[in-house]
């Protein structure tokens, strides 16, 4: 199995359901792109979210065991001192930083939207 099937099963087996269909809706998913990180999965989709109390990038992986890591990832902005100094006014570098205390491990496809859900738009 190729990336782009892994992550069309990933968004498929996201979106069983009619409430899990009205929970990404909810999310704003958008900007979706897959690919795999060598060694550490076999595959992974991201998405760009803007939900209620989360917006950022959420990326779904792969693992090994047949289970799915979620990571939750915000692009911090950091001041980048040499263009500020050469520019004379603030210039800054947008970093993307996960979210560690965020991050599920061993989720099941059957619990995934419900456990992003939770995250992106409850407490």
Known sequence: ?????LANEI???L??????KR???????????????????????????SGLLFKGIVKI???FND???VEFIKNKRVKNELLSAMY?????DTIPTVMEDMTM????????????????ERK
Request: net charge positive; hydrophobic share 30%; charged share 30%.
């Open 1 to 5: 199995m190729n990336t782009r099937d």
């Open 11 to 13: 968004m498929r087996q």
């Open 15 to 20: 979106n069983v359901g009619s409430e899990a």
């Open 23 to 49: 929970n990404v809706m909810c999310w704003g998913a958008n900007g979706y792109k897959y690919g795999e990180d060598k060694g550490k999965n076999l595959g992974f989709l991201k998405f760009k979210v």
């Open 61 to 63: 992986s792969l693992m």
């Open 67 to 69: 289970t799915y890591k």
């Open 88 to 92: 004379g006014k603030n210039k800054f």
């Open 105 to 120: 491990t061993d989720v099941y496809c059957d619990v995934l939207n419900e456990s992003i859900d939770r995250t992106i």
